[in-house]
């Protein structure tokens, strides 16, 4: 049986044929390129090309990344790049799509054995009536079809996570590393390094989607309860399986983050990963307000997300540049978000200006990766109660 080029395999990953691990390996190929030589000669033109049309035009340079867009969208390269950008979006989920659904109702059987087993660890609570937020019920996010939450059949569907379980490691080009916890990997480095003595009782990752970031926590605090809500059965379904399959005690609860049913002062640690760009301008506030809620007096919150934020980059190119999966990749809110003050979003939900700052997280560069060190410096938001 072979598994995913580079993924760790694990109970309930599917497997790949021959020739969907071809396509695979193109897409990953078609990424690395994209990544590695087009991002970086979109530069060359808007300095070769673009901005002295826009100086002539104007008497200036551009101000901001909107007036950046405005000239560097009627460039065809940069035309050329975005069209393959998309594509290679739409072929990563048509690979990882295809090779799910040929193995379909296998993948339900196994992830119904995992979370049915006696020898289980931790649990799966699911709400069928649960209201979806519409900044997810109405879009397919990261143009992945159906989105994180749709529903194939009535019975143990597992579908959608199965498909992001795969696609993930695609979209980052393998630098999740083999088992894609990066995120969670880097935020307990950072737990670790700025709060040695931080003993929880329980933790909660909030919108976990399959708990790729979720498990690094299990290891690195074996006495506490760990907990993961998303609003997407198929993805908690698929969550429970993964970490059963790996031996880990999670709680996945099927829950809406700017309203769950625990009660007050609940949790010790309150952490998610790329979780905000995903919400909107109305649900954000509600979710860090939600965190306050939950925490214990002298609680910790630590929001991971994708850099870099408009005040962390030098240029209007820079900001124009980073904002393209808020264009032409189905997140709406990428944009808008990366030009907000989150301390302040935070300060507003309730936690002290003093305990809550803005910093960055990354994981030990152990070269543990199948694609060699290719860490993230994360965007860290991180909060004291």
């Not at 100086?55 to 990344?65: E, L, N, Q, S």
């Not at 790049?81 to 990882?96: A, G, I, N, V």
């Not at 295809?98 to 289980?120: F, I």
């Not at 990066?182 to 976990?208: N, T």
């Amino acid at each position: 049986m072979a598994f995913s080029y580079g993924l760790t395999p694990h109970g309930i990953l599917p497997d790949i044929a021959h020739d969907e691990e071809a396509r695979e390996r193109f897409v990953f190929s078609f990424k690395e390129k994209l990544l590695g030589e087009l991002t970086p000669a979109n530069r060359i033109v808007f300095q070769s090309q673009a901005e002295p049309a826009y100086r002539k035009a104007h008497g200036r340079t551009p101000r901001d990344k909107h007036e950046v867009a405005e000239v560097m969208e009627r460039q065809p390269f940069w035309q050329m790049f975005s069209s393959l950008h998309r594509t290679s979006q739409e072929l990563m989920w048509d690979t990882c799509i295809d090779r799910c659904e040929r193995q379909g109702d296998e993948l339900e059987e196994r992830g119904r054995r995992l979370a049915t087993s006696n020898r289980r660890k931790g649990s799966l609570r699911l709400k069928p009536d649960l209201e979806v937020p519409r900044y997810i019920e109405s879009l397919d996010t990261h143009v992945q079809p159906g989105g994180y939450y749709a529903q194939r059949n009535g019975g143990f569907d597992l579908h959608q996570g199965a498909v992001y379980d795969t696609g993930v490691h695609l979209y980052f080009v393998g630098g999740m590393g083999p088992m894609s916890d990066d995120m969670g990997l880097s935020g307990v480095a950072y737990l670790k390094q700025k709060y040695p003595d931080l003993k929880p009782q329980r933790i909660l990752d909030i919108g976990c989607s399959i708990g790729h970031s979720t498990l690094p926590y299990c290891d690195a605090y074996p006495n506490a309860e760990i907990y993961a809500i998303d609003v997407g059965a198929p993805l908690l379904r698929y969550g429970h399986a993964r970490a059963e399959s790996l031996g880990k005690k999670v709680h996945f609860e099927q829950q809406n983050a700017e309203r769950t049913d625990y009660p007050d002062g609940h949790f010790d640690v309150i952490v998610s990963h790329i979780l905000f760009h995903e919400t909107s301008a109305q649900g954000m506030p509600k979710i860090l307000k939600e965190c306050h809620r939950l925490l214990k007096p002298g609680g910790i919150m630590m929001h991971l997300e994708v850099p870099a934020f408009d005040f962390e980059l030098p240029t209007a190119y820079d900001r124009f540049q980073r904002d393209w999966p808020g264009r032409y990749n189905a997140e709406p809110f990428w944009s808008t978000l990366h030009e907000m003050d989150p301390k302040a979003m935070a300060v507003a939900a309730g936690f002290d200006a003093k305990k809550t700052f803005i910093d960055h997280a990354s994981r030990p560069n152990d070269n543990s990766s199948t694609f060699g060190p290719r860490a993230f410096q994360w965007f860290a938001l991180v909060g004291r109660k």
